[in-house]
């Protein structure tokens, strides 16, 4: 199975956002992962739909705009508009996630659900006949460079079952303390995309450290 990798900008050196991005794309990143944070659903605030619209010009690669806020209904237009090719939302945020989700679609955009560590899988179980992409945080949301939690390989692992009884083309991402070192652990359990900050810009070799990673997962083309 391809692995396919997600570095997150949030780990970037926005001094130079656009030579960052453009030098994962060519070392073989296969998603480009925008946290957007607002300082009240999370501790930290990042960026909003004027730098993804610079991001969307500096790559071809799918952007996942991974939205850590309040009110995300508010926003899902905007960051359409500005390139996002899947929009994440928490279902800690929203009262009526079915509609959430028919939002993004009706943007023709596909539609990802992300699940904090202490939120459990059931609250996704209902809308898994309507999204694209399961995301799993294995650490608490709001800061780059987190250990990851180890309880949750399990989850990763129960995730995995649960999307394969619904017997649908759904991606199940990992986000949190990901490093090459447990990369292998996390695909075991059934993760299908990696999303890694840290381990990748700050790493200073951005090929080297995804073909480590694809070598330890099964996932490396030569």
């Known amino acids: 199975m391809h692995i396919r990798l997600a570095p997150s900008i949030l780990s970037a050196d926005f001094s130079r ?24 659903f999370v501790p930290n605030l990042t960026i909003g739909p004027v730098v993804v619209k610079a991001v969307r010009k500096a790559t071809s690669l799918p952007l996942d ?6 009110h995300p209904d508010f926003f899902v237009n905007a960051f359409a508009d500005a390139g996002g090719d899947i929009i994440t939302v928490h279902v800690e945020t929203g009262y009526h996630l079915f509609r ?23 609250a996704a179980s209902e809308v ?31 995730a995995r079952r649960m999307l394969d009884a619904a017997a649908r083309p759904i991606e199940l991402a990992v986000d949190g303390g990901v490093k090459a070192d447990n990369s292998r652990t996390v695909t075991n359990a059934g993760a299908t995309m990696l999303v890694m900050g840290t381990e990748i810009f700050h790493s200073g070799d951005y090929r080297g450290k995804m073909e480590d990673v694809r070598r330890r997962v099964g996932s490396w083309t030569p």
Request: with cysteine; hydrophobic share 50%.
């Open 128 to 158: 898994l006949t309507e999204i694209d992409l399961l995301l799993i945080m294995t650490v608490n949301p709001g800061f780059g460079g987190q250990a990851y939690i180890p309880s949750m390989t399990a989850k990763i692992a129960q």
């Open 100 to 122: 959430t989700i028919d939002l993004i679609k009706s943007c023709g955009k596909k539609a990802g659900v992300a699940l904090n560590p202490a939120t459990p899988l059931a």
């Open 65 to 70: 705009i991974h939205l850590m806020i309040e």
């Open 17 to 40: 956002l656009e030579q960052e991005i453009k030098a994962v794309e060519a070392a073989g990143a296969d998603v480009i992962h925008v946290d957007v944070m607002d300082g009240h």
